[in-house]
């Protein structure tokens, strides 16, 4: 299911997902792997999940993830082992409170609870959001860029240290905007690497 990965900064072919030497910046993403395309019938799945309240879909869509990474060991997993357990956290990307209170649940907290628990790693809800923000689904690129500007902040009662390495956790990549922007605020509050993982791109 795994298609080529891209850097998460230019999102061309990069090995291993990671952002290009050239594409590096101070408070940018490390790396981004994905599971698959956004399309059927992994569209689907994570569809049934996010909308329907599926929500098994989670566990099962994250172990089809562990079992290709056993299978193919990838980058992002040989970073993941070498610290396990000192270093990494799994963080979601949040929901602004009134939809995780209308939908009755986050599906990048769902992802990331499986994914943290398969994989023994810490999990922290570590972002908050702190403004409601339109859906991004359909907004173009720019749009999505200032829909989303200083709409998350570090969660106050948590703190990065020592968990300065983490695995930030979303359904989709799209544009990739709202994970750029939560990955700003994880490198400034003092996380020293952060990949963005999603089951789709």
Not at 66 to 95: A, H, M, N, S, T
Request: with cysteine; aromatic share 10%; proline share 4%.
């Amino acid at each position: 299911m795994q298609t080529d990965l891209v850097c998460p900064s230019c999102e061309d072919l990069a090995m291993g997902g990671q952002t290009h030497p050239i594409c590096k910046k101070r408070f940018g993403l490390d790396g981004l792997w994905s599971l698959g395309i956004y399309q059927d019938p992994l569209r689907s799945a994570i569809q049934k999940l996010k909308y329907k309240g599926i929500t098994e879909l989670a566990d099962i869509l994250i172990d089809i993830t562990l079992e290709y990474w056993v299978k193919y060991q990838p980058f992002v997993l040989d970073q993941i082992k070498k610290d396990q357990g000192v270093d990494w956290v799994v963080v979601p990307v949040p929901l602004y409170w009134w939809r995780v209170n209308s939908r009755g649940f986050n599906q990048s907290s769902l992802i990331g609870q499986s994914l943290s628990k398969k994989l023994g790693l810490d999990y922290s809800e570590a972002l908050k959001r702190t403004r409601y923000t339109k859906s991004q689904v359909k907004l173009k690129e720019k749009d999505r860029r200032k829909n989303i500007f200083d709409a998350f902040a570090i969660s106050p009662d948590y703190t990065l240290h020592p968990k300065p390495y983490v695995l930030l956790i979303d359904d989709v990549w799209t544009t990739g905007s709202t994970l750029r922007e939560c990955c700003y605020v994880l490198k400034k509050n003092g996380a020293k690497k952060v990949w963005a993982l999603t089951l789709a791109r």
